[in-house]
Every structure is written in C-alpha cells, then in structure tokens.
C-alpha cells in the first residue's frame, strides 16, 4: 500500500486523507439515518395511545425530547400543545429544522470529497506527464525507466481519484434520497400529531 501511494507521488496523500474521511462519514452516516433510530415506526401509535388513556406525562415528554429524530419533535409539539394549533405547528417546524439539520451532518463535506478528487486525480496525472516531457527533453526517449515511472505516477492518481470519488458520489446520491424519505416521513407523522390534537378542537370551534 505504502509502495502504492509513493509511486503515485505527492497527490496521493491528500486523496489517501480524502478516501479515510470519506469512509468515516459514510460509516457515521449509516449509524445515524437508520430509519429506527430517526422515526421509529411505532413511536405515533404509542404517543397517541398514552393521550388516549391519559397516560401522558411530562417525564415521558423530556425522555422523547433528550433523543433526536422525530421523538424530539413530538416532545417539542407536545409541550406546546396547549398554547393552540398555531403555536403547537411553529415549535414542530422549529424542532424539524434541528433535525434536519443533524441529517444533512457533513453531507457537504462528503460531496466536496466527490468533487475534488478527480481534480486531484487529474492535477497529479498533469504533474506525471510534465515529468515525462521533461525527461524527453533532456535525456530523449533512451531512459525508459524515468518515462514509465512519469506515466506511472500519471495513471496512478488519476485512478486514485476515481476510485475516491465514485464512491463517494454514490453514497451521497443514497443518503440524500434517504434522508428526502425520512423528512417526508417525519413531516406526515408530525401532521398527524397535530391533527389528532386540535382536528376535533378546531371542528368544535367552527360548529359553535
């Protein structure tokens, strides 16, 4: 591997450290869009069933608000449930935006990485074969070993920067569809809540 890199020249270090963060932020973003640790799929029915039998309680309430993901938005909904629908939808809206926000975590970073790579790729694939004509240059096309190692360098890193970089494109495409599902998911479920809350109030209102 060490042999790999130095072949390749200076280039490959810094696509060695973009293929090593690439990994970490794939690892990272696996664990945390899971859709059981974002939006559970029973945590509507069980929030709804402890207001149905007044089993709410302001603990139960922190518990949900100390975790991420839709559970913090319920806590936030719930908490403000009774200053209206109105007030109930802005603390929902401001709590998803927290969310989603934690997400998109180095979503950024991760395209960079798939930006950038090939450009490196391609920078270090520009210095090989400025190697090349410079050995045709000065010694002719005699020294065979200064020529492959030149053209050598040059396929190297631009192999290395796809080799980083597609991955890379593709898990960002994957976890941004993800995280487009679990957005849509979490904004159904939030409506839902409100609903369930002030549907029936707001009927009431409207027949008085």
């Not at 991420?68 to 909904?77: E, H, K, Q, R, W």
């Not at 109930?88 to 709590?95: F, G, L, P």
């Not at 998803?96 to 798939?114: C, D, K, P, Q, Y």
């Amino acid at each position: 591997m060490l042999a790999f890199i130095q072949t390749g020249g200076v280039f490959m270090w810094p696509l060695l450290a973009c293929s090593i963060l690439a990994l970490a932020i794939i690892l990272e973003r696996f664990w945390t869009l899971r859709r059981s640790g974002v939006a559970p799929k029973g945590l509507l029915s069980d929030v709804m069933a402890r207001l149905r039998d007044d089993r709410m309680t302001i603990e139960y309430i922190r518990s949900m608000q100390a975790k991420t993901g839709l559970a913090s938005i319920f806590a936030a909904g719930l908490l403000n449930s009774k200053h209206g629908r109105d007030a109930m939808k802005e603390s929902v809206q401001e709590a998803a935006s927290h969310v989603i926000h934690e997400l998109e975590r180095f979503m950024n970073t991760l395209g960079t990485i798939a930006a950038i790579s090939p450009l490196l790729g391609l920078l270090g694939t520009v210095v090989g074969m400025i190697k090349v004509f410079s050995v045709l240059m000065e010694s002719g096309a005699g020294n065979t070993a200064l020529l492959a190692g030149g053209i050598s360098e040059a396929l190297l890193t631009t192999a290395a920067g796809l080799g980083v970089a597609i991955p890379a494109l593709i898990f960002h495409r994957f976890f941004s569809r993800r995280i487009d599902e679990l957005v849509v998911t979490m904004e159904q479920q939030s409506t839902k809540l409100v609903d369930a809350l002030h549907g029936d109030r707001d009927k009431a209102g409207v027949a008085q």
